[in-house]
């Protein structure tokens, strides 16, 4: 048989694929979607909210068409379903109800909806009956609940992602089912306990992410027979013990990150521990917080020695000059692939470490060497021999500026950032020292931000390659030069926290590439009007020019044709906005917030902001909104702040048609109106961040809504709102509802089970009666609770002691009854107990000084306590705050108050940094701070104290109570103490003579007890002193003479018939009878002839016979004298024993 020529074979072949093609493509011109997965996916259509139209097209009679759909060519069942949005870049997400209409899509094969927002919901279980599944997508999409045990049937599965959600509990062993899966991402959730032992099942995984929950335990040894795996991240849990030797086994694996960010090391490696030396295909490698990392040289020798490796992290490892130091360079190198290099948050203080880095990896391109404790002179050879490195991050060390003059010979450097350091030198000098060699050709990114660096903003165009120059937060100061010259490509010039004065230099206008300009926090104090004229040369972006003393009026901006960004918050810019200016059409945030604008702002200034994505106008008090009836914006913005402007009194209708916001601050706005119910709707449909409409007078009833979907933070109080508290609220994650008129019982609360994210919650000052509810262990997360002025009744719930987080618990002002419950003491958080303003009665617990160590302020004044007071209440060392006042307390002040440490220390403003605690939400994790506030006696009359305030008053109150025994000397410990209130006890002895040691006081009450003794003349050291209350005492002999004692009215010292001079009207004779009488002395001391008297009258017997008597003799003058004198003693006498006689009454009537 003949050959076919091969080019003919190929001409054949070629045209049978054509047919073929053609086939197909024919085909999927005329198969239409199956009708009954048309009308599934129309049904999961109707139970999504799609604010953005991402399933508009959804309307056509072929659903194979539909965008995110794709179908069999030759079925036409629908083989993928992708509608993954992009919640984080450009706000398009889809929101609502999974339905289980896609149970009728059996042959999907791949799902995406990831980037979506899911409103914690949870995951479908359905979804594990789509058994074709080999693709599933579900990450960033605030899902909630568990992962549903029935995934465990998918099992063609080959990718699943679940990362970034919310789930939580345990990983269900099921998933150890799907053993075709080859990539498992359930990173960035909340799971706890162990790594099931089925997921050493999954053979085929090459990619297992687990990173950032709350896995705890060993690191299974386990993992080390999935032989496939080329990824594995295990990065910050809880995992602890010694890393399994067994994952040396994974020899095929190319990324490995380990350990946890301030773990203090509970991971560890053996001794002799070789396993990383087997990771031979090991291109990253993450070993963070590793606790004797810092002790095992071989082991360090070993990383580098892997042949591959690219990128090495060894952080927080508290490795130091020592131990890396003795290492010889010429016995230790990195492997030439290493080019990536992070040492940061370690323990290294000397800038040697550079030269011998540069020994030992020459081909870095990335280094980190951030939050060290480095300082000195880097070597000349460090800039030599780096012949590749172009990004070098040294933040957070404490370097001179002086010590950098070697990295101006690093040819390749691009990024250069030094804040958080020792910089003291002027500008010039740092930037002189930089441009002296080659770096001045290469840098584009200098951070010098948040050191000490001084002198003013020289000349910059030397750094020719110059894109990004940050030298925020430093002291620069006097004017720019109006002849300064910027970089040709400089794009973004941060200076802003500074010193600098007048105004910009028209130099700047010059700035062809300059695209950010960040002049805020200093002192510019030109009109707007001259600083834009300067400004208007360029395609400027992003202006900040916020926190300065910029005055004048707001000038027509419309000349920014290319503006996005204008902060001007925190000016000094007034006077009326023209009605006929408009904004830059581009403008996308606008912050013109804490001004002095006036005028009024319609629709015809926002007629062509079609961008607009953030307004922010706030404080403003004489700026109003007044939009036209039916006006729609031509924008949907994210942020609306509109504080203390006004919008009132109606609600404005334009703000139903926004229905993209994340966050909106209307409170103060003068509304006094019905909220429209679009509105609520809004609320409960949106992902919000914050809603505050707080100090209107907006009333009504709010509806409830069926959805989880809450703001992050909801502040609707002080308002009239009314009625019950609709269930959906109990989601939110910072809750104020306090100062309306809500009333019922609270049994919303405990509406739908746990709910794990609220962390604050106000229902202050309302009208909820009744008990308190008894399911606070649904709140595991509660922080701050604030039940105070209601009219609750019954005991506090004993679930109460559950929530093991709070740190304030405020249910002062109602009608609760019976004593403290034991739960209380598993609070062990608490920072603020206020109870005050009850009938509770009991004992004061011990519990309370030996278990809650972290108080700072008890409160539990008006009540019905009684006994003495628990000697471990001494333990609470940081004590500020203690009032025990209006109760039946007996015994005595115990003496050791002088361990309320905090107390004893005197406090500024300075000192103040408010409250704050850790929380990750789905919003912002990180410190979130509250406020404390506490109802006080103050000067005579109830105040209230809230924030730093509060946070700066030190005072005991201890009055109306039963208190008996003497004033401890040890309270003159006490030098932080600002007020102290001992009054209306039983308290005897004299005033502490020490007293006047407590320099802080601004109050001392000491008033309605049986102190005795005179005042002592330390007090007159309390200049401070503004409220002195001695009445109703036994005190005696004269007042101190000062300015400030004498400064009090006399109804401060009245009631103590021994007391004399002023303020009293009442004079002291004489020196002597003005003293203090002796209580020391075994006579009586109500006796009018006790031994002061007998060694008085024999003294002036004595003198009056050898001295006066015998001059009389010779002198007429003096004889004269001498019977004077008898007249005066003859006086004194009779003053004596009216007192006494006095006293006598006193004592036996």
């Given at each position: 048989?003949?050959?076919?020529?091969?080019?003919?074979?190929?001409?054949?072949?070629?045209?049978?694929?054509?047919?073929?093609?053609?086939?197909?493509?024919?085909?999927?011109?005329?198969?239409?979607?199956?009708?009954?997965?048309?009308?599934?996916?129309?049904?999961?259509?109707?139970?999504?909210?799609?604010?953005?139209?991402?399933?508009?097209?959804?309307?056509?009679?072929?659903?194979?068409?539909?965008?995110?759909?794709?179908?069999?060519?030759?079925?036409?069942?629908?083989?993928?379903?992708?509608?993954?949005?992009?919640?984080?870049?450009?706000?398009?997400?889809?929101?609502?109800?999974?339905?289980?209409?896609?149970?009728?899509?059996?042959?999907?094969?791949?799902?995406?909806?990831?980037?979506?927002?899911?409103?914690?919901?949870?995951?479908?279980?359905?979804?594990?009956?789509?058994?074709?599944?080999?693709?599933?997508?579900?990450?960033?999409?605030?899902?909630?609940?568990?992962?549903?045990?029935?995934?465990?049937?998918?099992?063609?599965?080959?990718?699943?992602?679940?990362?970034?959600?919310?789930?939580?509990?345990?990983?269900?062993?099921?998933?150890?089912?799907?053993?075709?899966?080859?990539?498992?991402?359930?990173?960035?959730?909340?799971?706890?306990?162990?790594?099931?032992?089925?997921?050493?099942n999954l053979s085929q995984l090459q990619h297992l992410d687990l990173s950032?929950?709350?896995?705890?335990?060993?690191?299974?040894?386990?993992?080390?027979?999935?032989?496939?795996?080329?990824?594995?991240?295990?990065?910050?849990?809880?995992?602890?013990?010694?890393?399994?030797?067994?994952?040396?086994?994974?020899?095929?694996?190319?990324?490995?990150?380990?350990?946890?960010?301030?773990?203090?090391?509970?991971?560890?490696?053996?001794?002799?521990?070789?396993?990383?030396?087997?990771?031979?295909?090991?291109?990253?490698?993450?070993?963070?917080?590793?606790?004797?990392?810092?002790?095992?040289?071989?082991?360090?020798?070993?990383?580098?020695?892997?042949?591959?490796?690219?990128?090495?992290?060894?952080?927080?490892?508290?490795?130091?000059?020592?131990?890396?130091?003795?290492?010889?360079?010429?016995?230790?190198?990195?492997?030439?692939?290493?080019?990536?290099?992070?040492?940061?948050?370690?323990?290294?203080?000397?800038?040697?470490?550079?030269?011998?880095?540069?020994?030992?990896?020459?081909?870095?391109?990335?280094?980190?060497?951030?939050?060290?404790?480095?300082?000195?002179?880097?070597?000349?050879?460090?800039?030599?021999?780096?012949?590749?490195?172009?990004?070098?991050?040294?933040?957070?060390?404490?370097?001179?500026?002086?010590?950098?003059?070697?990295?101006?010979?690093?040819?390749?450097?691009?990024?250069?950032?030094?804040?958080?350091?020792?910089?003291?030198?002027?500008?010039?000098?740092?930037?002189?020292?930089?441009?002296?060699?080659?770096?001045?050709?290469?840098?584009?990114?200098?951070?010098?931000?948040?050191?000490?660096?001084?002198?003013?903003?020289?000349?910059?165009?030397?750094?020719?390659?110059?894109?990004?120059?940050?030298?925020?937060?430093?002291?620069?100061?006097?004017?720019?030069?109006?002849?300064?010259?910027?970089?040709?490509?400089?794009?973004?010039?941060?200076?802003?926290?500074?010193?600098?004065?007048?105004?910009?230099?028209?130099?700047?206008?010059?700035?062809?590439?300059?695209?950010?300009?960040?002049?805020?926090?200093?002192?510019?104090?030109?009109?707007?009007?001259?600083?834009?004229?300067?400004?208007?040369?360029?395609?400027?972006?992003?202006?900040?020019?916020?926190?300065?003393?910029?005055?004048?009026?707001?000038?027509?901006?419309?000349?920014?044709?290319?503006?996005?960004?204008?902060?001007?918050?925190?000016?000094?810019?007034?006077?009326?906005?023209?009605?006929?200016?408009?904004?830059?059409?581009?403008?996308?945030?606008?912050?013109?917030?804490?001004?002095?604008?006036?005028?009024?702002?319609?629709?015809?200034?926002?007629?062509?902001?079609?961008?607009?994505?953030?307004?922010?106008?706030?404080?403003?008090?004489?700026?109003?909104?007044?939009?036209?009836?039916?006006?729609?914006?031509?924008?949907?913005?994210?942020?609306?702040?509109?504080?203390?402007?006004?919008?009132?009194?109606?609600?404005?209708?334009?703000?139903?048609?926004?229905?993209?916001?994340?966050?909106?601050?209307?409170?103060?706005?003068?509304?006094?109106?019905?909220?429209?119910?679009?509105?609520?709707?809004?609320?409960?449909?949106?992902?919000?961040?914050?809603?505050?409409?707080?100090?209107?007078?907006?009333?009504?009833?709010?509806?409830?809504?069926?959805?989880?979907?809450?703001?992050?933070?909801?502040?609707?109080?002080?308002?009239?709102?009314?009625?019950?508290?609709?269930?959906?609220?109990?989601?939110?994650?910072?809750?104020?509802?306090?100062?309306?008129?809500?009333?019922?019982?609270?049994?919303?609360?405990?509406?739908?089970?746990?709910?794990?994210?609220?962390?604050?919650?106000?229902?202050?000052?309302?009208?909820?009666?009744?008990?308190?509810?008894?399911?606070?262990?649904?709140?595991?997360?509660?922080?701050?609770?604030?039940?105070?002025?209601?009219?609750?009744?019954?005991?506090?719930?004993?679930?109460?002691?559950?929530?093991?987080?709070?740190?304030a618990l405020l249910l002062r002002n109602n009608n609760l009854t019976d004593?403290?419950?034991?739960?209380?003491?598993?609070?062990?958080?608490?920072?603020?107990?206020?109870?005050?303003?009850?009938?509770?009665?009991?004992?004061?617990?011990?519990?309370?000084?030996?278990?809650?160590?972290?108080?700072?302020?008890?409160?539990?004044?008006?009540?019905?306590?009684?006994?003495?007071?628990?000697?471990?209440?001494?333990?609470?060392?940081?004590?500020?705050?203690?009032?025990?006042?209006?109760?039946?307390?007996?015994?005595?002040?115990?003496?050791?108050?002088?361990?309320?440490?905090?107390?004893?220390?005197?406090?500024?403003?300075?000192?103040?940094?408010?409250?704050?605690?850790?929380?990750?939400?789905?919003?912002?994790?990180?410190?979130?701070?509250?406020?404390?506030?506490?109802?006080?006696?103050?000067?005579?009359?109830?105040?209230?104290?809230?924030?730093?305030?509060?946070?700066?008053?030190?005072?005991?109150?201890?009055?109306?109570?039963?208190?008996?025994?003497?004033?401890?000397?040890?309270?003159?410990?006490?030098?932080?103490?600002?007020?102290?209130?001992?009054?209306?006890?039983?308290?005897?002895?004299?005033?502490?003579?020490?007293?006047?040691?407590?320099?802080?006081?601004?109050?001392?009450?000491?008033?309605?007890?049986?102190?005795?003794?005179?005042?002592?003349?330390?007090?007159?050291?309390?200049?401070?002193?503004?409220?002195?209350?001695?009445?109703?005492?036994?005190?005696?002999?004269?007042?101190?003479?000062?300015?400030?004692?004498?400064?009090?009215?006399?109804?401060?010292?009245?009631?103590?018939?021994?007391?004399?001079?002023?303020?009293?009207?009442?004079?002291?004779?004489?020196?002597?009878?003005?003293?203090?009488?002796?209580?020391?002395?075994?006579?009586?001391?109500?006796?009018?002839?006790?031994?002061?008297?007998?060694?008085?009258?024999?003294?002036?017997?004595?003198?009056?016979?050898?001295?006066?008597?015998?001059?009389?003799?010779?002198?007429?003058?003096?004889?004269?004298?001498?019977?004077?004198?008898?007249?005066?003693?003859?006086?004194?006498?009779?003053?004596?024993?009216?007192?006494?006689?006095?006293?006598?009454?006193?004592?036996?009537?």
């Amino acid at each position: 048989m003949p050959t076919m020529n091969p080019v003919r074979f190929k001409y054949m072949q070629a045209i049978i694929i054509f047919m073929m093609l053609q086939v197909v493509v024919s085909a999927q011109d005329h198969i239409m979607c199956i009708q009954t997965e048309r009308e599934a996916l129309l049904q999961f259509k109707a139970a999504i909210e799609d604010p953005y139209g991402m399933l508009s097209s959804w309307t056509t009679s072929d659903c194979c068409q539909w965008q995110g759909i794709r179908c069999s060519n030759l079925t036409a069942h629908v083989l993928m379903l992708d509608l993954h949005g992009d919640l984080f870049n450009d706000g398009r997400y889809m929101s609502g109800e999974i339905h289980q209409s896609l149970m009728e899509l059996q042959q999907l094969k791949y799902l995406n909806l990831s980037w979506n927002s899911f409103q914690g919901r949870g995951i479908p279980e359905f979804l594990g009956s789509l058994t074709n599944l080999r693709y599933l997508d579900l990450s960033f999409s605030h899902f909630g609940g568990k992962i549903p045990t029935q995934f465990g049937s998918l099992s063609h599965l080959k990718y699943l992602n679940l990362a970034w959600n919310s789930l939580e509990g345990s990983i269900p062993r099921q998933l150890g089912n799907l053993s075709q899966l080859q990539h498992l991402d359930l990173g960035d959730n909340q799971f706890e306990g162990k790594i099931p032992s089925q997921l050493v099942n999954l053979s085929q995984l090459q990619h297992l992410d687990l990173s950032y929950n709350q896995f705890e335990g060993n690191i299974p040894s386990q993992i080390g027979n999935l032989s496939q795996l080329l990824y594995l991240d295990l990065s910050g849990n809880s995992f602890e013990g010694s890393i399994p030797s067994q994952l040396g086994n994974l020899s095929n694996l190319q990324k490995l990150y380990l350990g946890r960010y301030y773990d203090d090391g509970a991971l560890k490696i053996d001794d002799g521990d070789h396993w990383v030396s087997n990771l031979i295909s090991l291109t990253h490698l993450s070993l963070v917080s590793i606790s004797n990392l810092n002790t095992s040289h071989s082991f360090l020798q070993m990383i580098a020695k892997l042949p591959k490796l690219r990128e090495l992290s060894l952080s927080e490892c508290s490795l130091s000059d020592h131990f890396i130091l003795s290492l010889r360079p010429s016995k230790f190198n990195f492997s030439s692939s290493l080019s990536f290099l992070d040492l940061s948050f370690n323990s290294f203080t000397s800038s040697m470490i550079l030269q011998w880095l540069s020994n030992v990896t020459s081909n870095l391109v990335e280094l980190h060497l951030s939050h060290n404790l480095l300082e000195g002179s880097t070597s000349n050879h460090f800039g030599r021999v780096m012949n590749s490195l172009e990004h070098l991050d040294l933040s957070f060390n404490i370097f001179k500026a002086d010590d950098f003059k070697s990295f101006a010979n690093i040819c390749t450097l691009r990024s250069l950032y030094a804040p958080e350091n020792n910089f003291s030198e002027d500008l010039p000098s740092i930037l002189h020292n930089l441009s002296s060699g080659c770096v001045r050709h290469s840098l584009q990114d200098l951070d010098l931000s948040y050191n000490q660096i001084t002198g003013s903003l020289p000349d910059l165009s030397v750094f020719s390659s110059l894109r990004s120059l940050v030298l925020y937060g430093n002291k620069l100061s006097g004017k720019i030069p109006e002849g300064i010259r910027l970089p040709f490509h400089l794009e973004f010039l941060s200076i802003g926290s500074n010193s600098l004065e007048g105004g910009i230099p028209k130099s700047f206008g010059n700035s062809c590439a300059l695209r950010s300009l960040d002049m805020s926090g200093n002192n510019l104090n030109k009109e707007l009007s001259v600083i834009i004229h300067q400004l208007s040369g360029f395609s400027l972006q992003e202006l900040n020019l916020k926190g300065n003393q910029i005055n004048g009026t707001l000038p027509d901006l419309s000349i920014y044709s290319s503006l996005r960004g204008l902060y001007l918050d925190g000016n000094k810019l007034n006077g009326e906005i023209p009605k006929d200016i408009k904004f830059p059409p581009q403008l996308e945030r606008l912050d013109l917030q804490s001004n002095f604008l006036k005028g009024v702002l319609t629709d015809y200034h926002f007629a062509n902001m079609s961008k607009l994505d953030l307004l922010e106008l706030s404080d403003n008090s004489l700026l109003a909104l007044a939009f036209s009836q039916n006006w729609v914006p031509p924008f949907q913005l994210s942020h609306i702040g509109l504080r203390s402007c006004k919008l009132g009194p109606a609600f404005p209708k334009w703000l139903e048609t926004q229905n993209h916001f994340l966050d909106i601050d209307i409170s103060n706005a003068g509304i006094a109106d019905m909220v429209p119910k679009g509105f609520w709707a809004n609320l409960a449909f949106r992902e919000l961040i914050s809603m505050n409409i707080s100090y209107n007078n907006l009333h009504g009833i709010i509806p409830n809504f069926p959805t989880k979907n809450i703001p992050y933070s909801l502040i609707l109080g002080p308002n009239q709102f009314d009625g019950p508290v609709p269930p959906f609220l109990r989601g939110s994650e910072f809750l104020d509802l306090s100062k309306n008129q809500f009333s019922d019982s609270l049994s919303f609360l405990c509406a739908n089970g746990t709910v794990g994210t609220l962390f604050e919650l106000d229902l202050s000052n309302n009208h909820f009666s009744g008990k308190i509810p008894d399911c606070w262990s649904h709140f595991k997360s509660l922080t701050y609770l604030d039940l105070s002025h209601n009219n609750f009744s019954g005991r506090i719930p004993t679930s109460m002691g559950s929530l093991l987080h709070l740190q304030a618990l405020l249910l002062r002002n109602n009608n609760l009854t019976d004593e403290i419950p034991f739960s209380l003491r598993s609070c062990t958080n608490l920072v603020m107990l206020d109870i005050s303003e009850n009938r509770l009665s009991g004992l004061i617990p011990a519990w309370i000084g030996s278990e809650l160590q972290e108080l700072q302020f008890l409160i539990l004044g008006r009540n019905n306590f009684h006994g003495s007071l628990p000697l471990q209440i001494c333990y609470l060392s940081d004590i500020q705050l203690l009032d025990l006042s209006l109760n039946n307390m007996s015994g005595q002040i115990p003496k050791c108050i002088k361990n309320f440490t905090s107390m004893t220390q005197k406090t500024s403003s300075r000192d103040y940094q408010g409250h704050s605690y850790f929380v990750k939400t789905s919003q912002f994790p990180g410190p979130q701070p509250y406020d404390l506030n506490a109802l006080l006696t103050w000067k005579g009359s109830e105040q209230m104290f809230k924030n730093n305030v509060l946070l700066l008053l030190k005072s005991i109150d201890l009055s109306s109570n039963q208190f008996s025994g003497e004033i401890p000397l040890e309270i003159d410990n006490l030098f932080g103490l600002v007020s102290l209130n001992l009054s209306r006890n039983s308290l005897i002895g004299k005033i502490p003579s020490k007293i006047g040691k407590l320099t802080s006081l601004e109050s001392l009450d000491l008033s309605r007890n049986q102190l005795v003794g005179s005042i002592p003349p330390s007090l007159t050291q309390i200049y401070g002193l503004g409220v002195l209350d001695l009445s109703h005492n036994h005190l005696t002999g004269k007042i101190p003479t000062s300015t400030q004692l004498q400064s009090f009215n006399a109804s401060s010292y009245e009631d103590n018939l021994d007391l004399c001079g002023p303020p009293l009207e009442k004079l002291c004779i004489d020196k002597w009878l003005a003293q203090e009488p002796n209580v020391e002395v075994q006579e009586d001391e109500y006796s009018l002839f006790n031994r002061e008297f007998y060694m008085s009258m024999t003294f002036g017997f004595v003198i009056s016979f050898w001295v006066v008597f015998g001059s009389i003799l010779f002198k007429r003058s003096w004889r004269h004298a001498y019977f004077k004198f008898l007249n005066n003693l003859s006086d004194n006498i009779y003053v004596k024993v009216a007192i006494f006689a006095n006293k006598i009454s006193k004592v036996h009537g």
